[in-house]
């Protein structure tokens, strides 16, 4: 999972299995859900097939120039195969949804919304796992104004933000086991604490230092 080689094999694995169904799709393919898993946006079989591969792809070509860039380049260093670690998961994220897609399509009864609510608390889980292991930088990680301008409230943040995430993400796999009335609130839930407690957080860790 920490290879630089890993989201190419993914981008691979998704187009053969494009390669493999396309001639068994129908003309229109459900490409958009909502929130309670039921189709409703559709598109072309070649754009069922041909979207999420390029986008895996377009991702981690995009994740490969990213540390170039970054002011704070010399800190990938240190934690470079963390920093892989999270592309590969979120790239093997979209590859899973792109292979449930196309088995809808085929006509094999999968619950779209329960594979993303699983497949995104899995993410939430490996992600806070190794989130205290980020250092310093400007795409990857909790990045708001406070622990940009403080080290130490970035590590403060990340550590402690890991354990929401670990603990967001279990609670969204927990939901494939709910109905689905019971279940949308919770995944909800979980997506806006995930998103805000690390932000509020890394602020009151800044007031803490005395600014």
Known sequence: ????????????????????????LPPRVAIHFNAAGQPNGYGSSLEAVLLLPLVILGLRLLFEVLPRIDPRRGNYAKFGDTYWLIVNGLLLFLGAVHVALLAHALGVPVRIDRVIAAGLGVLLIVLGSYLARVEPNWFVGIRTPWTLSSERVWHRTHRLGGRVFVVGGVLAVLTVFLPTPAALPVVAGVTIVVALVPVVLSYVLWKQEGH
């Open 1 to 24: 999972m920490r290879s630089r080689w890993f989201g190419y094999w993914v981008t691979l694995v998704a187009a053969t299995v494009s390669l493999l169904v396309y001639p068994r």
